[in-house]
């Protein structure tokens, strides 16, 4: 009988995968997400309650409930790559990637010797971690060729909020400053041969990623999708 795909090899292989972010740092919550079916969940560990105390009980109910659980580190630094990942994550997603320079240096923090320069020891490391860096800003969108040409980046992930205030612009992705930059990223993407991931809040603004051509697309925010159904039933129940 063969193996079961990774999501490792799904993601690269640009196989369309479906996941949440998580803001609030809570196994149960996570494990809710996660058994709605979808491929991925994020821990938020930028802006998000999480710390690194709560990534072994998240990642595991993430993994319990049959999701593959990632993290949106800090900052592209060395050590909170390398932690995210020993403790639990079976991938990254690195913010504050401007250039191929600081793309090569986050390439090899999760990578061992001698292809990376990352420490061995974590007891909850999965053997091949992914690496997907951030493009959200102006100079990233610049880079884009030289780094997705960098071994070890295995694809981008699309900040759509923190790329529009760097170009000044509505975060609509129909405005045509925004749209323009996206499009140019999923070229790039596409001609590389590599996934392209986008952070989408709700399903309407995530299918159009998808038609568009991203393969890894955020369809929902914990906290938000809380704020929007509560919200929802309360405009009801005072109908």
């Not at 509505?170 to 790039?188: G, M, Q, T, Y």
Request: proline content about 5%; glycine content about 8%.
């Amino acid at each position: 009988m063969p193996m079961a795909a990774t999501f490792r090899s799904r993601l690269v292989a640009r196989e369309v995968l479906y996941g949440a972010w998580s803001v609030i740092p809570s196994a149960l919550s996570v494990r809710l997400l996660a058994a709605a079916g979808l491929d991925y969940v994020v821990i938020d560990l930028q802006h998000g309650g999480a710390t690194e105390a709560d990534l072994p009980a998240m990642t595991s109910a993430i993994r319990l409930a049959g999701a593959t659980p990632v993290a949106r580190v800090r900052h592209a630094h060395t050590a909170d790559i390398g932690r995210a990942l020993d403790l639990g994550c079976e991938g990254v997603i690195v913010p504050n990637v401007d250039s191929a320079a600081q793309a090569r240096q986050v390439a090899g923090a999760v990578r061992y010797p001698p292809a990376g320069h990352r420490s061995a020891g974590g007891v909850l490391a999965v053997a091949e971690p992914f690496c997907l860096v951030m493009a959200e800003s102006a100079d990233a969108v610049a880079e884009l060729d030289a780094t997705l040409a960098v071994d070890g980046v295995d694809g981008l992930y699309v900040g759509p909020r923190d790329l529009s205030y760097s170009l000044g612009c509505e975060l609509d992705p129909d405005d045509p400053v925004l749209n323009r930059a996206l499009r140019r990223v999923w070229a790039a993407c596409a001609a590389a041969g590599k996934p392209v991931g986008v952070h989408a809040a709700e399903g309407a603004t995530a299918r159009w990623y998808r038609e568009a051509g991203c393969t890894l697309i955020t369809t929902a925010v914990d906290a938000a999708a809380i704020t929007r159904d509560t919200a929802a039933q309360f405009r009801l129940a005072r109908a």
